[in-house]
C-alpha cells in the first residue's frame, strides 16, 4: 500500500506558508508553493475548510474539512496554492516538506 509521495515516517519542514484568517467566515489563500514542493502539513486549531489549485482558488464551507487540531499531510504540485475558509479568526499552519 502506497503512503504517499514522502515514504517515511518524518519529513523535513521547508518553508512556512501560513495563512491568517483575520475575519470570521471568510477565504484567504497562500502565497504560491516553491518549484520543489510537492506536499504540505497543514494543522489549525480551529475547524476550517480548504481548497488547493493553481492560480487564487476560493475555499468555502463545502470543501475538504480539516477538523480542530488535526494534522494533515497533502500532495501538491509546485505553484499551487492553498486556500483556507474559517468561521473563526485564526492562524492556519501551512508547511511545505522537503526531502
Known amino acids: 500500500m ?3 509521495f514522502i515514504n517515511v ?3 523535513r519542514f521547508g518553508a512556512a506558508n501560513n495563512v491568517v484568517i483575520a475575519t470570521t467566515s471568510t477565504s484567504v ?3 504560491a508553493f516553491a518549484t520543489t514542493t510537492y506536499q504540505i502539513r497543514v ?3 480551529s ?4 481548497k488547493i489549485g493553481d492560480g487564487t482558488p476560493t475555499a468555502a464551507n463545502t470543501d475538504a474539512l ?3 487540531t488535526w494534522v494533515d499531510y497533502i500532495t501538491v504540485s509546485p505553484g499551487q496554492k492553498i486556500s483556507v475558509f ?3 479568526i485564526q492562524t492556519v499552519s ?3 516538506i522537503t526531502e
Do not use: I
Not at 47 to 50: K, N
Open 2 to 4: 502506497s503512503r504517499g
Open 9 to 11: 515516517d518524518s519529513a
Open 29 to 31: 489563500a497562500s502565497a
Open 43 to 45: 494543522a489549525a486549531p
Open 47 to 50: 475547524p476550517c475548510f480548504l
Open 66 to 68: 480539516l477538523p480542530s
Open 86 to 88: 474559517s468561521p473563526t
Open 94 to 96: 501551512v508547511v511545505e
